[in-house]
């Protein structure tokens, strides 16, 4: 199976039911959008948030200077290893839910910031 990628920027129309839609399209599972594009990416609501999750994010550093991590439902705190990380890459890191991620995420992207987002699908 090929990789779901989307080769631009684009705004998230909508969440929930286990996805999101945007550029008129729907992706079921979650998301990286980085400037190269948006991915569709291995991760669940719960799984750890480790370096090796973010390798994607960390390759394409160059290009960002805020990461908005989409944690789920809940917020969850980002651990001290990934913060470290990014830091060591110029990235500041916000965790929060889903949903405000979403919504930051598309407030940065028209003000045309260094923005990058995680999203785990709610």
């Known amino acids: 199976m ?3 990628h989307f080769p631009g920027r684009a705004p998230i129309d909508a969440y929930g039911n286990g996805g ?3 550029a008129d399209m729907s992706h079921r599972g ?3 959008l980085l400037p190269s594009g948006i991915y569709g990416w291995e991760m669940a609501e719960g799984d750890p948030l480790a ?3 973010f390798r994607r994010v960390l390759d394409e550093a160059a290009g960002i200077e805020v990461l908005l991590v989409g944690t789920g439902k809940d917020l969850r705190p980002i651990p001290a290893d990934l913060k470290a990380a990014l830091r060591e890459r110029g990235i500041a890191s916000d ?7 979403v919504r930051t995420y598309n407030i940065m992207l028209a003000e045309q910031r260094a923005v990058a987002a995680a999203l785990i699908a709610v």
Do not use: H, K, N
């Open 95 to 101: 965790p929060m839910g889903t949903g405000a991620a």
């Open 51 to 53: 370096v090796d999750a």
């Open 30 to 32: 979650s998301l990286l």
């Open 20 to 22: 999101f839609r945007f």
């Open 2 to 4: 090929r990789e779901a």
